[in-house]
């Protein structure tokens, strides 16, 4: 199960990273228009982090070598849409940081994204290759 979780984090973060790459104004559209709805903005928030955070949480409990970093991102998606959910004036202050002049912060996540995709990738193949 964790090698499969391994996979799902690769291309997720791939995917979300690329986008986050080539389309961060898209990106700041989107989360100021979930700001601009107030609390259900922040919810909506919460829900793109906590479920695939309790996900890894609940299946990926790896604290060793590299596999260790998606267990810390399973644990930090976890505990972002926990607090926004319990917490919504503080995902309200993070989404107050969005905006179009800071859309290059989108393309740092990106890279960052991309960067993980790599490390775990790099992971499955030296595990499966042995």
Do not use: D
């Not at 996900?55 to 399973?74: E, K, R, S, Y």
């Amino acid at each position: 199960m964790e090698i499969a979780i391994e996979k799902l984090i690769v291309v997720c973060c791939f995917v979300i990273g690329l986008s986050h790459i080539l389309q961060p104004r898209a990106w700041v559209e989107l989360f100021v228009r979930w700001r601009e709805q107030g609390t259900t903005g922040v919810f909506y928030t919460a829900l793109l982090h906590f479920p695939l955070g309790a996900f890894i949480v609940a299946f990926h409990n790896v604290w060793t070598g590299i596999p260790m970093v998606v267990t810390l991102l399973g644990w930090g998606w976890t505990l972002k849409g926990f607090l926004y959910l319990v917490y919504p004036k503080h995902g309200m202050k993070m989404l107050a940081r969005v905006s179009v002049e800071r859309s290059r912060e989108f393309v740092y996540a990106g890279v960052v994204l991309l960067g993980v995709a790599a490390l775990i990738s790099y992971s499955l193949i030296v595990r499966t290759a042995s």
